[in-house]
């Protein structure tokens, strides 16, 4: 086994599952805001 | 319609002349700062002097673009112009060859200076190498003029301009500084007719572009 | 108008694309493994696997930035500037991964990290283009021009994108010789796993766009409630 190559791939994986997934984390907080501010200006009408 | 709109810029730049000067001299200085910082031989200095040649054309080029483009948003003529009942296209035609013939006239100044500065040789085929030239400078004027009337209105529009210019017009300038090598150690057509072609296509691409996008640019 | 996790079918979606995700991870560590055997540099070669679907990804966004701002110019409709505006962020997204992912590759199977070879060049070129573009959207002005201008910005980039290959290939091809193969030189497993993240990764990228859109006009909504319209 090599195990600084194999080092690379899990660096790879890392960066794009983790980037991906903080992506969606960021995607679901921003809406989730954006509601609660929607929300609240209708109520305020 | 189109002569009009040329002969505007034209006779503007011919009263106050600050374009053309403006690039020359900011490129003469350039070129000084070469010879001081490249403290080399000609042989030497020779091999990159293509390319910081045409660097420096990039340079002065977003500085002629930026002012040619600002000069009409001063008085928002721009404005004026945009709502006259004139065909856009016109006005990116005009902008197009107004900006060649600026880049062309500081060419004439700096080229000559280059050379005598830093005592290169001049290059057999005069004649292909002005044409070089002249193409190149119209591909940097059609994407450059693209470019100065998308961002003329944004804020900042002096950085944006070469932020979009120089990746743009990469392969141009690969192109050109490929060609003028190759003509000044004075290789046959042959051996670098691939780079004439993509001079060729990219000048045509963005023309033709031009042309038909510039309708669309900041309608308002 | 409801948050995009309540709606049916971008959870099937979701649901879909973490089970390809998940199995194309496994088929990637263990199927493949018995082919790539020659290759000498094993587990490096598998990084492949997702440095290349994440540049299809990233140029299939580009291209889609084009034909969106296309359409938006000849019909005027906010809709397209929305995709295009998606479409770029998330290729711009793939072209970050291609652009990180690929000096690992090319540390672990050159020894060096960064080669000036045709294809990451261009990738690396258009990025620098979009950063332009995101920075036109921010200081452009009001919408209507923002929307314009960066449709028409989105076009000539793509139009640009085989100049700027070409012309880097004639360039590079003196300074770096790249070994690569073709695909029909490739065996038919390495391809199906190939095309396997190949798929998974477009079907996210629909994903994210269609996420992306939806959140734009949930602002939009924000936008005219602020405003008492």
Known sequence: MDYKHLGYFVAVCIIVFGSVISWWLKMFLTERTILKRISLLEEEK | ?220 | MNSFNSKRIPNIMAVIIIIMLGAGLKIVVDYSLTVDKEAGYLWAQKIFYYHVPSAWTAFLGYFIVMIAGVQFLRTGNRKWDQIGVASAEFGTFFCLLVLITGPIWGQAAWGQPWTWEPRLLTTLILFLLYIGYFMLRQFGGHYERVARNSAVLGIIAFLDVPIVYLSLKFWSADTQAHPQLGMSEQSSLVLNVFFFNLATFTLLFIYMVWYRIHILKLKQKQLELTHGL
């Open chain 2, 1 to 220: 319609m189109f002569t009009a709109l040329l002969k505007k810029d034209l006779l503007i730049e011919l009263r106050s002349k600050e374009i053309v000067i403006s690039m020359a001299s900011f490129g003469v200085s350039v070129i000084l700062l070469y010879s001081f910082s490249f403290n080399e031989s000609p042989k030497t200095f020779s091999i990159f002097a293509s390319g910081l040649l045409w660097m420096v054309f990039l340079f002065i080029s977003v500085l002629g673009l930026h002012r040619s483009f600002s000069l009409e948003k001063e008085f928002d003529a721009i404005g004026l112009v945009l709502s006259a009942p004139v065909n856009r296209s016109l006005i990116f035609l005009s902008k197009w060859v107004s900006g060649f013939l600026f880049l062309l006239m500081a060419q004439i100044i700096i080229v000559p200076l280059f050379w005598l500065f830093l005592a290169l040789d001049i290059p057999s085929q005069i004649g292909l190498w002005l044409l070089v030239f002249i193409m190149a400078d119209l591909g940097i004027a059609a994407v450059g003029s693209l470019v100065a009337g998308i961002t003329l209105r944004a804020r900042m529009s002096e950085v944006l301009l070469p932020i979009l210019l120089f990746p743009l017009v990469s392969p141009l300038l690969i192109a050109a500084v490929k060609s003028t090598d190759a003509l000044m150690v004075g290789l046959p057509f042959e051996e670098w007719k691939v780079w004439g072609a993509i001079i060729f296509t990219f000048v045509i691409a963005f023309s033709v572009t031009g042309v038909l996008i510039f309708d669309y640019v900041s309608e308002e």
